[in-house]
């Protein structure tokens, strides 16, 4: 609600952690270095437009994760990239690891990022199978949840023994904690 943090919690804690992320001037802001550890959305979805700003930090480096379960222990899902392009190592990995895509699966096509400290607005849509990732108005990712082409994706990833990645089941939406500051507002969901 851009004043305070109502509706997340810790991922796998009761509560909002007491330190490393913070509400200040409209942002919900990860302090950098600062410990907290991954927050979640109190509340799942199924299917869901998501749209946010954010901006990150030179050398930067989060993410925005769905399809994930708690329950597992660990943050593992799919995750909308959120890093600087040109400063972060991750991102030296290749487009699969960069601005916007489905991190280490899909990479984006044409993303139009803006540089550390610019505001981008992000968007996610799952409809059904259907997953979208949009970067300032321009789809730049588009899959389906059990089809060739992601299961090969899968394959191909670091995520290939993890049995759930790739299925879809009501999750909570992750803010990823990499130690890096970075600063969200606006996150709005719609179920659809």
């Excluded at 790739?166 to 606006?186: M, S």
């Amino acid at each position: 609600d851009g004043t305070s943090t109502a509706g997340w919690r810790g991922f796998g804690k009761p509560a909002f952690p007491t330190q490393g992320w913070e509400v200040k001037d409209g942002w919900l802001h990860h302090v950098p270095k600062a410990g907290g550890g991954d927050i979640i959305t109190t509340q799942t979805f199924t299917d869901f437009e998501l749209t946010f700003d954010w901006r990150i930090a030179t050398g930067g480096n989060s993410g925005v994760k769905y399809l994930i379960d708690e329950k597992r222990g660990a943050p593992v899902g799919h995750e909308y990239q959120v890093i600087d392009d040109a400063a972060h190592p991750d991102a030296a990995h290749g487009p699969k690891r960069q601005t916007a895509a489905s991190y280490d699966a899909l990479p984006p096509v044409g993303a139009p990022v803006k540089p550390p400290g610019e505001i981008n607005q992000s968007r996610i849509v799952i409809r059904g199978a259907d997953v979208e990732h949009w970067l300032n108005g321009k789809r730049v990712v588009q899959y389906t949840l059990g089809s060739p082409e992601l299961l090969l994706a899968k394959e191909a990833s670091k995520f290939r023994k993890e049995a759930h990645w790739g299925t879809k089941f009501a999750t909570p939406i992750l803010l990823q904690d990499h130690q890096d500051e970075v600063w969200y507002r606006n996150i709005r969901i719609r179920p659809l």
